[in-house]
């Protein structure tokens, strides 16, 4: 696990983080509606909204990837860094990728933006993910849920103004 290094994604990591991307929603179950140029363009666009960590070995093979942005919460005060995906390559799972990647998602985020804490969604239905999180010392708030509004409700928000 020492022969793989961490780093900021560049842009000619596109392809293949959306690829990891794309694996993590395959995982999960979810679509994924994102392509190269969407990633290419949150990440390096002119006004860029996510942030990529790569994990790759020698060999240059991204093994995991973080992926994440800041926010600013007024209940601590500060930024937080929002981890909106976190994939490891099944054939490595459980030497510890996932947290390294974490902690570098944290020192990414102290540096740039002083952010003090990390929050992330997991499935209810994703135990193995959960106990994973618990066990590094993620706790479920159970006063607060995620809540979604897009498609045709997004676009009638205006309308209902």
Known sequence: MSDISIRPAV?????????ALSQLSA????????????IARACFGPAPV??????????????GVAAYSPFFSTV??????YVSDLWVDEKIR????GQRLLAAVHRAGHEAWEASFIRLGVY??????????????????E???????AGDALRSLGEKA
């Open 124 to 141: 209810h239905a994703n135990s193995r993910a959960r106990a994973f999180y618990e066990r590094i010392g993620f706790v479920a708030a």
């Open 94 to 97: 459980g030497q510890r990728l």
């Open 76 to 81: 601590y005060g500060s930024v937080g860094i």
């Open 11 to 19: 842009p000619g990591d596109v392809e293949a983080v959306n690829r």
């Open 27 to 38: 995982d999960m179950g979810d679509a994924h509606k994102a392509s190269d140029a969407d």
């Open 50 to 63: 996510l942030h990529a960590l790569v994990a790759s070995g020698v060999d240059g093979k991204i093994n």
């Open 143 to 149: 006063d607060t849920e995620f809540m979604t509004l």
